[in-house]
């Protein structure tokens, strides 16, 4: 049986500076900022998540999913105190076409993780319905095994309509887990749209999940997809796809070859697996710890996570601009004008946008 690898930190940890996040409250919460009528404070919900209190991690959870303001400065609160107990995790995103397997090899991935010493949680970043808007949900039923187990968590979150069918806050959410003693956080995209990029974009080791038999483009998985993954797993190998799965393997080996590194100094493996017989699933684990040993080793890990933090900086003050510019109200009456008037020609795009951000910047 594998041991637990030595890249598991026991002290170390992502080191961020309070004034990173602007406004945050240095106070607890008090009854004024409780939710709903659990009455917790600040204190209460860190002590909750630190000593691995399941219900109180999930509310956590909600908290950072909610787009209340009330519930947006006790999360960064809670946030903030939190951040020296996050950063000991390794994160992994998993994607691949639906149908491919995704589910259930996190399913018998995630139990083989357990069984060797670690705790994993899941986020499952599930399809919301075109429709009603809501999420399907379904993971914790697709993963049946993994959901029963005391060092498990499954979270699926609605992808509503962030771009890639990524959670808004995912990024929140790890930081949560991790402080809770996860040392493997699992994250599965819808594998549609950017959903590729963007998990890429926060996580460490990423997987590309893909049928045997099967071509790029028949699975609806782009090119620039296979450039971002550092192990190509061929799941199903089992059954009648026997050969299918041996030839296609030979052919992702042979195309890798043409492409850019996913990661430097780190040639993109291909392996086959079969989740429902629990076949292929030490190979994975053993690669991953190659992967993570190498990145360690080179710097390349710290690299990434800085870079990723950056990211992260960036595309939060981007969202806050454009939150703050759209929920102006003299901006939304002369843009509900504005929209009528470009569709009858009456004004330019570019006159009505400098008009725009006249007003929003003349209000501030």
Request: hydrophobic share 35%; no cysteine; charged share 25%.
């Amino acid at each position: 049986m594998p041991k637990k690898p030595e890249w598991i930190p026991e002290n170390s940890g992502d080191e961020f500076s309070s004034s990173t996040i602007e406004g945050v409250l240095n106070k607890n919460i008090t009854s004024s900022k409780k939710i709903k009528s659990k009455s917790l404070t600040i204190d209460d919900y860190y002590s909750g998540i630190i000593d691995g209190n399941r219900a109180i991690i999930a509310q956590a959870i909600s908290i950072i999913e909610s787009n209340s303001d009330k519930h947006y400065l006790l999360a960064q609160s809670l946030l903030q105190k939190l951040i020296p107990s996050t950063g000991k995790s390794i994160r992994i995103g998993i994607t691949g076409a639906p149908g491919a397997g995704k589910s259930t090899f996190i399913d018998t991935f995630g139990s083989f993780l357990i069984k060797n010493g670690h705790k994993v949680a899941v986020l499952a970043i599930d399809p919301s319905s075109s429709l009603s808007k809501g999420s399907i949900l379904g993971d914790k039923t697709r993963m049946e095994v993994l959901s029963r187990e005391n060092g498990a968590f499954i979270r699926p979150s609605p992808s509503g309509s962030t771009l890639g069918g990524v959670a808004r806050k995912t990024r929140e959410t790890i930081l949560i887990l991790e402080a809770s003693g996860f040392d493997t956080i699992i994250i599965e995209t819808i594998g549609v749209g950017q959903s590729e990029i963007t998990v890429r974009s926060m996580v460490d080791f990423f997987v590309l999940i893909l049928l045997p038999g099967e071509g790029d483009e028949l699975q609806g998985i782009k090119k620039g997809t296979v450039e971002l993954a550092d192990v190509l797993i061929i799941n199903k190998d089992d059954g009648d796809n026997l050969n299918n799965a041996k030839f296609t393997k030979s052919q992702y080996e042979l195309a890798i070859h043409y492409i850019q590194q996913a990661t430097e100094g780190w040639n993109s493996k291909v392996i086959t697996t079969s989740a429902i017989e629990n076949k292929g699933i030490s190979e994975v684990y053993d690669l991953m710890n190659q992967f993570i040993e190498h990145t360690k080793s080179s710097n390349i890990f710290d690299k990434r996570r800085n870079s990723q933090l950056l990211n992260w900086l960036y595309s939060n003050i981007e969202d806050r601009i454009k939150s703050h510019f759209y929920n102006d109200s003299e901006v939304q009456n002369k843009l509900s004008k504005f929209e009528s008037e470009i569709i009858q020609g009456q004004i330019s795009v570019m006159a009505a946008v400098d008009e725009l951000l006249n007003t929003y910047f003349t209000n501030k």
